[in-house]
């Protein structure tokens, strides 16, 4: 239904900053919910931060909470993840994902939309 394609990861310092993107093409943008996972080496893909199209309400992981911020441009058909104050346990491909409805957002087995990810490295 939906094609997505991330950019924005690269290597940075611990204390920096990095703006990720998931550019969006499909059905009905706007009504999906949109979320970043992401997966670090030896570890299961964990659940960052999600947004819903309708209203726009926010869900964060406790270990992105006050540092990361997750928005999105409909008209653009894209989704942001601002991430700050990057630590090196944030080292990790992240993924953008997709799904319609109005399931709770953590879960990776409710999205069949994926893109391919985006290297994020964080040294210290």
């Known amino acids: 239904q939906v094609q997505l394609v991330e950019s924005g990861g690269g290597l940075v310092q611990a204390g920096d900053s990095l703006r990720l993107s998931c550019a969006a093409s499909?059905?009905?943008?706007?009504?999906?919910?949109m979320s970043w996972f992401r997966q670090a080496p030896g570890k299961e893909r964990e659940f960052v931060a999600g947004?819903?199209?309708?209203?726009?309400?926010?869900s964060y992981a406790d270990s992105a909470k006050g540092r990361f911020t997750i928005s999105r441009d409909n008209a653009k058909n894209t989704v942001y993840l601002q991430m700050n104050s990057l630590k090196p346990e944030d080292t990790a491909v992240y993924y953008c994902?997709?799904?319609?409805?109005?399931?709770?957002?953590?879960?990776?087995?409710?999205?069949?939309?994926w893109g391919q990810g985006t290297q994020v490295t964080v040294s210290s």
């Open positions: 994902a997709a799904k319609e409805g109005v399931a709770i957002m953590y879960p990776d087995y409710t999205y069949k939309n």
């Open positions: 499909g059905r009905t943008f706007s009504s999906y919910v």
């Open positions: 947004i819903r199209g309708i209203g726009g309400s926010t």
